[in-house]
């Protein structure tokens, strides 16, 4: 080992892997945003909550920045090591510690791929409801430490609701169990909520307990074309009142040309400016019939244009392709992402403003839109345009995120609703916190890091 401070971290724990490798530090320092050059100085690999200990004592004492990783799959940069920073991978730590029937939890190592979670829960009859497309590749760890969301949050919440045990090690090395399982605990601070949505910057999730719950009953999934913005949030509480909900997912046109040409089915004919998948409960024929109901409701008011009901596993899987398959299929364009969220009473106003100044500030820009509308939570991914430098796109999307994040202000929205501040938010981070939190929150980071080896950069600038 070449470098010092590393043959030191190699001396004090001769077990630990550690990768130097070119193509592992680029493998390794970057996340999904692809906007980074990755420089981490190395990555380590450890097996066990002492060698992360360790690893955070030996960065304390030599002054290292630590990024902890897990799937990489992030979208706001909270997993890029473009400074030298040692790359803290749990890929290792990813098995499956204990279930427990009578708490009906899981309990597992911090980078289990949520996939796998999914199926530990499934093979004891029971589900970890928190779901989004890239369950195959990332892992719990990061899902913990971003808040999580995706498609089921209208029915079940984000990761917040499903955690009821927490091991971490904060900034100083220290191992913290946190409320252990409990249902009912008042007993102060929940340093385990606080932890969750952190970003990396208070503390490594090392081993988290999940709650689990019963699957839900049978569903149908349901695509629908709908004529113009407003009717989104028209059908929206048509089918909230009407049917048990388990998503409710929009996309645009340009979104569904995107996952066409990436090899999707067409399920509907027609050119239609706005699409809806929901999926609900539907226990039984009555179920159904409500539904069909509620669909043929909406056709009557104009709010709907077509409609098609999944009549198989394949079809509904076909049908949640069009919307899960939306961000593989920009992928290669690495779009400029907003991750916006408002309260579901101010979509239908913040939607209208939305649409104005993007279509004032991106005229000649591609801009594409989807996301958990039932949750007030938008996606807007912008495409460069051939012949656009990097460094102006990004600046003219800055630009224009600027706007938008005044624009969520004055509706009370957040700036990032379920993907993180990492590197990307973190300029606007005040639209969505005020002075007296943010400099709570600096205090809280001393507190729990008090020599900011954990994650700087990320969340708030400077450290
Ligand atoms: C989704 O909802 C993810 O599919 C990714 O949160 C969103 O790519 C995006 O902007
Ligand atoms: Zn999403």
């Known amino acids: 080992m070449s470098d010092a401070r590393l043959a030191d971290l190699s001396r004090r724990l001769p077990d630990l892997r550690l990768l130097t490798e070119p193509g592992e530090l680029e493998h390794y320092g970057r996340d999904w945003t692809r906007r980074w050059t990755p420089a981490p100085l190395a990555i380590a690999l450890p097996s066990s909550i002492d060698e992360v200990q360790a690893i955070v004592c030996w960065a304390n004492e030599r002054q290292i920045a630590i990024v902890p990783s897990g799937g990489r799959t992030g979208l706001s940069g909270g997993a890029v090591a473009a400074n030298g920073e040692l790359v803290l991978s749990l890929e290792r730590m990813n098995r499956v510690l204990d279930f427990d029937a009578v708490d009906r939890t899981l309990t597992v190592q911090p980078g289990i791929i949520l996939q796998t979670v999914h199926e530990a829960a499934r093979s004891h009859g029971l589900i970890y409801p928190v779901d989004f497309a890239a369950r195959g590749s990332c892992s719990i760890g990061g899902n913990i430490a971003t808040n999580a969301g995706g498609i089921r949050v209208i029915r079940y919440g984000n990761t917040r609701e499903w955690i009821v045990g927490l091991k971490v090690v904060v900034g100083n090395g220290e191992l913290l169990e946190l409320n252990r399982g409990l249902i009912k605990n008042s007993s102060g ?275």
């Open 189 to 463: 601070y929940d340093f385990r909520q606080l932890m969750i949505g952190s970003e990396g910057t208070l503390g490594i999730v090392v081993e988290a307990t999940l709650k689990l719950t019963d699957p839900p009953p049978p569903s149908q999934v349901m695509l629908l074309a709908l004529p113009h913005m407003d009717a989104l949030m028209q059908v929206f509480a048509l089918f909230r009142a009407r049917l048990t909900l388990q998503a409710f997912e929009f996309f645009t046109d340009h979104a569904l040309e995107h996952v066409l040409a990436h090899g999707a089915q067409r399920a509907i004919d027609g050119d239609y400016p706005y699409y809806v998948v929901t999926e609900f409960d539907a226990v039984d024929e009555r179920a159904q019939d409500a539904a069909l109901a509620a669909f043929e409701h909406a056709l009557e008011q104009g709010w709907v244009s077509d409609g098609v009901i999944a009549q198989s596993e394949a079809q509904s899987a076909a049908l949640w392709r069009l919307r899960e398959g939306i961000t593989e299929s920009l992928a290669s364009r690495r779009p400029y992402k907003n991750d916006v969220s408002v309260r579901i009473s101010a979509v239908p106003a913040f939607l209208h403003e939305m649409q104005a100044l993007l279509a004032h500030e991106y005229p000649q820009i591609e801009v594409v839109w989807f996301g958990h509308i039932g949750d007030g939570n938008l996606h807007i991914n912008v495409l460069r345009p051939d012949g656009m430098s990097e460094e102006t796109f990004i600046a003219q999307c800055e630009h224009v995120t600027r706007l938008l994040a005044a624009t969520l202000q004055r509706h009370g929205g957040s700036i990032s609703a379920e993907h993180g501040i990492g590197l990307v938010k973190r300029a606007y981070l005040e639209s969505t916190r005020s002075a007296a939190e943010i400099a709570l929150m600096q205090g809280v980071r001393k507190v729990f890091d008090p020599n900011g080896v954990l994650n700087p950069g990320k969340l708030f600038a400077g450290g």
